[in-house]
């Protein structure tokens, strides 16, 4: 299950908007083991393209190398789909390079993208472990202290 706090969420929400019609993407980072997505980053679609995405590998370069300065793991690596349902394709799951991470597709389709759009986002969560997709629910929090304490 991936849990992730509600300001990760609508930042993602947000950043799959702001960059429709292109695939919008991004890494949420958090302490290595920790399972805790709490750093966001949003990265530039090098592609620049409503049918696929791409990080810049100077980009991706730099992340690495500032994550594990911080020790610091990729806990969620996120990108919209523009014109189709948030499942993973045969090129995500074939660039999918990190067992240990959340892969999360919103899709701004059917108006979705629109900073005004009040229904609903399709938000959803996979493992894609060598080529093979699990979806997994997830659950948004106000906080990981309120997760903490809700937990026995």
Do not use: W
Not at 42 to 71: Q, W
Not at 102 to 109: A, C
């Amino acid at each position: 299950m991936l849990v992730i706090e509600k300001e990760t969420y609508d930042a993602i929400v947000a950043h799959a908007r702001k960059d429709h019609p292109d695939e919008a993407c991004g890494v949420v980072a958090g302490a290595e083991g920790s399972d805790r997505a709490t750093r966001f980053i949003p990265m530039l679609n090098a592609a620049m393209s409503p049918t696929f995405y791409e990080f810049d590998s100077g980009d991706l370069f730099r992340l690495y190398k500032e994550l594990d300065e911080r020790d610091e793991e990729p806990v969620v690596i996120y990108h919209s789909h523009t014109a189709t349902e948030a499942y993973p394709s045969r090129t995500d799951i074939t660039l999918a390079q990190e067992p240990g991470a959340h892969y999360v597709l919103v899709s701004t389709r059917d108006g979705a993208d629109a900073p005004a759009y009040d229904g609903p986002v399709e938000f959803r969560s996979y493992r894609i472990v060598d080529g093979e997709v699990t979806e997994e629910e997830v659950r948004v929090v106000g906080s990981y202290t309120e997760t903490l304490e809700g937990e026995d």
